[in-house]
């Protein structure tokens, strides 16, 4: 008898979470096929902190250690995830790049800048950019990679911060 309703929970458990998925995909392809999207206003930039931020696994090549605060993540209603990517390099200097990553175009825009001295400068002009593109960074790839994005799906906010954390093989 307890097997039968242990497989009977497993069951219902595994419906509900391919249900969920289903209408998660469901509502991205609805944002892809969407010609009239428009972004929503993006939040000022939110405080961040290097304590309790979580490293990204980035690329040998990059000398600069990228950690993204899992307090400043947000997924709007527009789908695009915005967040706050602090960069530390060999001598301890911190910087920070307050974004917005829109999974089903795979593109990163840059809303504001934080020099060493946590001050927000704002960009003048955002624009979308190829996350796959010659940026500067490959972090906002490397995130989209690692935890925000999902085959052009953007992962709901839960999801991010678990992959954001899940350990990642080197």
Known sequence: ?????T?????????????????????AQADLDRLDWTEEDAPPPPAFSWDGSVELQMPPYVTVQVAIDPRTI??????????VAIM??????????YEGLR???????????????GTWSLVTTPEWKD????LPSKHAFVFA??????????????EIIQWLKKPKPL
């Open 145 to 158: 990679r690692q935890a925000a994005c999902s085959v052009r799906v953007a992962n709901r906010l839960e």
């Open 7 to 27: 497989k009977l929970t497993l069951q219902r458990v595994s419906l509900a979470l391919l249900l969920g998925l289903t209408l998660h995909s469901a509502q």
């Open 74 to 83: 947000s997924v709007g209603k527009d789908s695009v995830i915005r967040y």
């Open 103 to 117: 999974c089903t175009t795979d593109e990163v825009k840059t809303y504001a800048r934080a020099s060493a001295s």
């Open 1 to 5: 008898l307890l097997n039968t309703m």
């Open 88 to 97: 530390r390099n060999r001598s301890g200097t911190v910087n920070a790049s």
């Open 131 to 134: 996350v796959n593109g010659t």
